[in-house]
Protein backbone atom coordinates (compact mmCIF):
# COMPACT_ATOMS: atom_id res chain seq x y z
CA UNK A 1 0.00 0.00 0.00
CA UNK A 2 1.11 3.41 -0.82
CA UNK A 3 0.83 6.36 1.62
CA UNK A 4 -2.14 8.86 0.28
CA UNK A 5 -3.24 12.04 1.85
CA UNK A 6 -6.52 11.52 3.44
CA UNK A 7 -9.31 13.89 4.10
CA UNK A 8 -9.96 14.57 7.73
CA UNK A 9 -13.54 14.27 9.16
CA UNK A 10 -15.35 15.05 12.99
CA UNK A 11 -18.83 12.67 12.92
CA UNK A 12 -21.09 13.58 15.69
CA UNK A 13 -23.50 10.69 16.61
CA UNK A 14 -26.11 11.74 18.77
CA UNK A 15 -27.88 8.43 19.56
CA UNK A 16 -31.39 8.86 21.48
CA UNK A 17 -31.21 12.01 21.60
CA UNK A 18 -32.95 15.13 20.50
CA UNK A 19 -36.42 15.54 19.33
CA UNK A 20 -36.63 17.47 16.04
CA UNK A 21 -36.85 20.61 17.18
CA UNK A 22 -34.35 20.51 19.62
CA UNK A 23 -32.04 19.03 16.76
CA UNK A 24 -32.76 21.65 14.35
CA UNK A 25 -31.53 24.00 17.07
CA UNK A 26 -28.47 22.24 17.75
CA UNK A 27 -27.27 21.73 14.52
CA UNK A 28 -27.86 25.73 13.39
CA UNK A 29 -25.33 26.35 16.47
CA UNK A 30 -23.01 23.44 15.91
CA UNK A 31 -22.65 24.81 11.99
CA UNK A 32 -22.29 28.15 13.01
CA UNK A 33 -19.25 27.26 15.63
CA UNK A 34 -17.79 24.88 13.22
CA UNK A 35 -17.55 26.70 10.32
CA UNK A 36 -14.52 25.53 9.09
CA UNK A 37 -13.55 24.09 5.12
CA UNK A 38 -10.51 22.45 6.46
CA UNK A 39 -12.63 18.81 7.57
CA UNK A 40 -15.56 17.06 7.22
CA UNK A 41 -18.12 17.67 9.41
CA UNK A 42 -20.94 15.20 9.69
CA UNK A 43 -24.21 15.38 12.30
CA UNK A 44 -26.13 12.32 12.30
CA UNK A 45 -29.61 12.60 14.61
CA UNK A 46 -32.21 10.29 15.84
CA UNK A 47 -33.93 9.08 12.56
CA UNK A 48 -37.11 11.59 13.52
CA UNK A 49 -34.28 14.62 13.17
CA UNK A 50 -32.91 14.15 9.78
CA UNK A 51 -34.96 16.09 8.04
CA UNK A 52 -35.17 19.04 10.29
CA UNK A 53 -31.00 18.54 10.89
CA UNK A 54 -30.65 18.59 6.83
CA UNK A 55 -32.56 21.71 6.53
CA UNK A 56 -30.83 23.21 9.57
CA UNK A 57 -27.63 22.66 8.01
CA UNK A 58 -27.78 23.82 4.51
CA UNK A 59 -25.41 25.98 2.68
CA UNK A 60 -22.90 25.10 5.72
CA UNK A 61 -20.93 22.34 4.65
CA UNK A 62 -22.17 20.08 7.50
CA UNK A 63 -23.44 17.26 5.73
CA UNK A 64 -26.13 14.93 7.46
CA UNK A 65 -25.62 10.78 7.94
CA UNK A 66 -28.42 8.42 9.53
CA UNK A 67 -27.14 6.28 12.63
CA UNK A 68 -28.40 2.88 11.08
CA UNK A 69 -30.03 1.52 8.20
CA UNK A 70 -32.27 -1.97 7.68
CA UNK A 71 -30.48 -4.58 5.92
CA UNK A 72 -33.11 -5.18 3.34
CA UNK A 73 -34.41 -2.55 0.70
CA UNK A 74 -37.88 -2.89 1.45
CA UNK A 75 -40.47 -5.41 2.89
CA UNK A 76 -42.93 -6.25 6.21
CA UNK A 77 -39.90 -4.74 8.88
CA UNK A 78 -42.64 -2.97 11.00
CA UNK A 79 -40.57 -0.12 12.57
CA UNK A 80 -37.87 0.12 10.19
CA UNK A 81 -35.97 2.56 8.24
CA UNK A 82 -34.62 1.24 5.07
CA UNK A 83 -31.72 3.11 2.75
CA UNK A 84 -34.13 3.72 -0.15
CA UNK A 85 -35.79 5.63 2.43
CA UNK A 86 -32.52 8.05 3.40
CA UNK A 87 -32.53 9.33 0.13
CA UNK A 88 -32.56 13.17 0.14
CA UNK A 89 -32.28 13.75 3.87
CA UNK A 90 -29.04 11.75 4.65
CA UNK A 91 -25.53 10.84 2.79
CA UNK A 92 -23.95 9.24 5.50
CA UNK A 93 -24.77 6.01 7.56
CA UNK A 94 -23.35 4.55 10.69
CA UNK A 95 -23.28 0.72 10.54
CA UNK A 96 -22.15 -1.70 12.87
CA UNK A 97 -22.40 0.67 15.82
CA UNK A 98 -21.21 -1.70 18.91
CA UNK A 99 -24.19 -0.23 20.94
CA UNK A 100 -26.27 -1.97 18.24
CA UNK A 101 -24.17 -5.09 18.25
CA UNK A 102 -24.87 -5.36 21.89
CA UNK A 103 -28.30 -3.91 21.94
CA UNK A 104 -29.89 -5.45 18.70
CA UNK A 105 -27.48 -8.60 18.38
CA UNK A 106 -26.54 -7.17 14.80
CA UNK A 107 -24.09 -9.76 13.06
CA UNK A 108 -20.90 -9.40 10.39
CA UNK A 109 -23.39 -10.42 7.99
CA UNK A 110 -25.82 -8.20 8.84
CA UNK A 111 -23.52 -5.55 8.91
CA UNK A 112 -22.32 -6.51 5.66
CA UNK A 113 -26.03 -6.58 4.12
CA UNK A 114 -26.24 -3.06 4.91
CA UNK A 115 -22.99 -2.24 3.67
CA UNK A 116 -24.48 -3.17 0.47
CA UNK A 117 -27.52 -1.27 1.04
CA UNK A 118 -25.78 2.30 1.84
CA UNK A 119 -23.57 0.83 -1.47
CA UNK A 120 -26.90 0.45 -3.54
CA UNK A 121 -28.48 4.06 -1.89
CA UNK A 122 -25.41 6.18 -2.72
CA UNK A 123 -24.60 6.29 1.04
CA UNK A 124 -21.02 6.66 2.40
CA UNK A 125 -21.18 3.90 5.21
CA UNK A 126 -19.29 4.89 8.43
CA UNK A 127 -18.36 1.64 9.67
CA UNK A 128 -17.54 0.78 13.05
CA UNK A 129 -15.74 -1.89 14.48
CA UNK A 130 -13.89 -2.37 18.09
CA UNK A 131 -12.71 -5.08 20.62
CA UNK A 132 -14.20 -5.36 23.64
CA UNK A 133 -12.03 -4.93 26.83
CA UNK A 134 -11.35 -8.76 27.63
CA UNK A 135 -10.37 -9.60 23.85
CA UNK A 136 -7.33 -6.39 24.07
CA UNK A 137 -6.58 -7.69 27.69
CA UNK A 138 -6.13 -11.17 25.95
CA UNK A 139 -4.13 -9.77 23.07
CA UNK A 140 -7.04 -10.25 20.16
CA UNK A 141 -7.88 -6.80 19.50
CA UNK A 142 -6.41 -6.57 15.86
CA UNK A 143 -7.59 -9.94 15.54
CA UNK A 144 -10.92 -8.90 17.03
CA UNK A 145 -11.33 -6.08 14.14
CA UNK A 146 -10.31 -8.14 11.05
CA UNK A 147 -12.68 -10.20 11.90
CA UNK A 148 -15.09 -7.96 12.26
CA UNK A 149 -14.20 -6.19 8.93
CA UNK A 150 -13.96 -9.52 6.89
CA UNK A 151 -17.84 -10.53 8.19
CA UNK A 152 -19.16 -6.56 7.44
CA UNK A 153 -17.19 -7.22 3.34
CA UNK A 154 -18.00 -10.13 2.73
CA UNK A 155 -21.29 -9.11 0.80
CA UNK A 156 -19.26 -7.09 -1.17
CA UNK A 157 -16.18 -9.05 -1.98
CA UNK A 158 -16.55 -10.53 -5.41
CA UNK A 159 -18.95 -7.91 -6.86
CA UNK A 160 -16.10 -5.35 -7.73
CA UNK A 161 -18.41 -2.95 -5.12
CA UNK A 162 -15.53 -2.55 -2.63
CA UNK A 163 -14.00 0.37 -4.82
CA UNK A 164 -17.39 2.17 -4.76
CA UNK A 165 -18.60 2.17 -1.67
CA UNK A 166 -16.79 5.34 -0.32
CA UNK A 167 -16.42 3.13 2.89
CA UNK A 168 -14.49 5.14 6.55
CA UNK A 169 -14.18 3.31 8.98
CA UNK A 170 -14.09 4.38 12.85
CA UNK A 171 -12.07 2.27 15.15
CA UNK A 172 -14.32 2.44 18.53
CA UNK A 173 -12.92 -0.29 21.58
CA UNK A 174 -16.22 -0.92 22.96
CA UNK A 175 -14.48 -0.21 26.74
CA UNK A 176 -13.93 3.14 25.87
CA UNK A 177 -17.49 4.46 24.06
CA UNK A 178 -19.18 6.54 26.89
CA UNK A 179 -17.25 5.43 29.56
CA UNK A 180 -14.37 8.80 29.60
CA UNK A 181 -12.36 6.05 29.28
CA UNK A 182 -10.24 6.27 25.79
CA UNK A 183 -7.53 4.45 24.12
CA UNK A 184 -4.02 5.99 24.24
CA UNK A 185 -3.63 7.59 20.76
CA UNK A 186 -0.42 5.38 19.81
CA UNK A 187 -2.50 2.49 20.45
CA UNK A 188 -5.30 3.78 18.55
CA UNK A 189 -2.97 4.57 15.57
CA UNK A 190 -1.53 0.82 15.24
CA UNK A 191 -4.96 -0.20 14.87
CA UNK A 192 -5.91 2.13 12.06
CA UNK A 193 -2.95 0.78 10.57
CA UNK A 194 -4.10 -3.06 11.45
CA UNK A 195 -7.56 -1.86 9.68
CA UNK A 196 -5.99 -0.51 6.62
CA UNK A 197 -3.92 -3.62 6.04
CA UNK A 198 -7.11 -5.96 6.87
CA UNK A 199 -8.97 -3.62 4.46
CA UNK A 200 -6.58 -4.28 1.52
CA UNK A 201 -5.75 -8.33 2.39
CA UNK A 202 -9.84 -8.60 2.11
CA UNK A 203 -9.65 -6.67 -2.05
CA UNK A 204 -10.64 -3.13 -1.23
CA UNK A 205 -9.17 -1.22 -3.51
CA UNK A 206 -6.86 1.36 -2.72
CA UNK A 207 -7.02 0.53 0.99
CA UNK A 208 -4.70 3.40 1.93
CA UNK A 209 -7.23 5.89 0.84
CA UNK A 210 -9.80 5.13 3.19
CA UNK A 211 -10.04 7.00 6.72
CA UNK A 212 -9.83 5.44 9.78
CA UNK A 213 -11.92 7.15 12.61
CA UNK A 214 -11.02 7.01 16.22
CA UNK A 215 -14.30 6.93 18.63
CA UNK A 216 -14.43 6.56 22.33
CA UNK A 217 -15.20 9.10 24.93
CA UNK A 218 -13.50 11.79 22.19
CA UNK A 219 -13.96 15.53 23.74
CA UNK A 220 -12.22 19.03 22.88
CA UNK A 221 -9.38 17.86 25.17
CA UNK A 222 -8.04 14.44 23.98
CA UNK A 223 -8.80 15.11 20.90
CA UNK A 224 -5.17 16.00 19.92
CA UNK A 225 -4.08 13.16 21.15
CA UNK A 226 -5.81 10.92 18.25
CA UNK A 227 -5.83 13.31 15.48
CA UNK A 228 -1.56 13.70 15.98
CA UNK A 229 -1.36 10.26 14.77
CA UNK A 230 -0.77 10.16 11.24
CA UNK A 231 -3.12 6.95 10.42
CA UNK A 232 -5.96 8.37 11.97
CA UNK A 233 -8.44 10.80 10.23
CA UNK A 234 -11.12 12.55 12.62
CA UNK A 235 -13.33 10.67 15.13
CA UNK A 236 -16.67 10.05 16.14
CA UNK A 237 -17.92 11.87 18.55
CA UNK A 238 -20.73 10.29 21.01
CA UNK A 239 -21.68 12.32 24.10
CA UNK A 240 -19.19 15.50 23.80
CA UNK A 241 -21.11 15.93 19.76
CA UNK A 242 -24.28 17.16 21.78
CA UNK A 243 -22.26 20.17 23.22
CA UNK A 244 -21.60 23.09 20.99
CA UNK A 245 -19.02 23.97 22.95
CA UNK A 246 -17.08 20.65 22.68
CA UNK A 247 -17.71 20.39 18.97
CA UNK A 248 -15.99 23.72 18.55
CA UNK A 249 -13.15 22.82 20.05
CA UNK A 250 -12.69 19.06 18.54
CA UNK A 251 -13.72 20.87 15.21
CA UNK A 252 -10.72 23.16 15.26
CA UNK A 253 -8.15 21.19 16.61
CA UNK A 254 -8.95 18.64 13.88
CA UNK A 255 -8.87 21.38 11.00
CA UNK A 256 -5.32 22.59 12.65
CA UNK A 257 -3.82 18.77 11.68
CA UNK A 258 -5.49 18.69 8.26
CA UNK A 259 -4.58 21.74 7.58
CA UNK A 260 -0.82 21.23 8.74
CA UNK A 261 -0.73 17.83 6.30
CA UNK A 262 -2.50 19.20 3.47
CA UNK A 263 0.93 21.83 3.82
CA UNK A 264 3.27 18.70 3.96
CA UNK A 265 1.95 16.82 1.07
CA UNK A 266 -0.03 19.77 -1.09
CA UNK A 267 -0.21 17.19 -4.08
CA UNK A 268 -1.65 14.29 -1.71
C1 LIG B 1 -20.03 6.72 19.74
O1 LIG B 1 -21.22 6.85 19.94
O2 LIG B 1 -19.64 6.22 18.68
C2 LIG B 1 -19.09 7.18 20.76
C3 LIG B 1 -17.81 7.08 20.50
O3 LIG B 1 -19.61 7.68 21.92
P1 LIG B 1 -18.80 8.49 23.05
O4 LIG B 1 -18.01 9.57 22.35
O5 LIG B 1 -19.85 9.02 23.95
O6 LIG B 1 -17.89 7.52 23.73
Not at 109 to 126: A, F, Q, T
Not at 136 to 156: C, F, I, W
Request: charged share 20%; aromatic share 4%.
Amino acid sequence: MTTVARPVLVVANWKMHTTPLEASDLAVAIAAATSDDAIGRVICPPFVALAAVAAAVAGTGVEVGAQNVHDRPFGAHTGEISAPMLRGLASWCIVGHSERRRDQAETDDVIGRKLERCLESGLRPILCVGERLAEREAGLAEVTVRDQLKGASSALTGKGELGQAGLVVAYEPVWAIGTGRTARGVDAAVMAEAIRDALDALGWPDAAAIPVLYGGSVTSSTMAEFIAEPSIDGALVGGASLKVDEMAGIVARAALTARARVAQDPVG
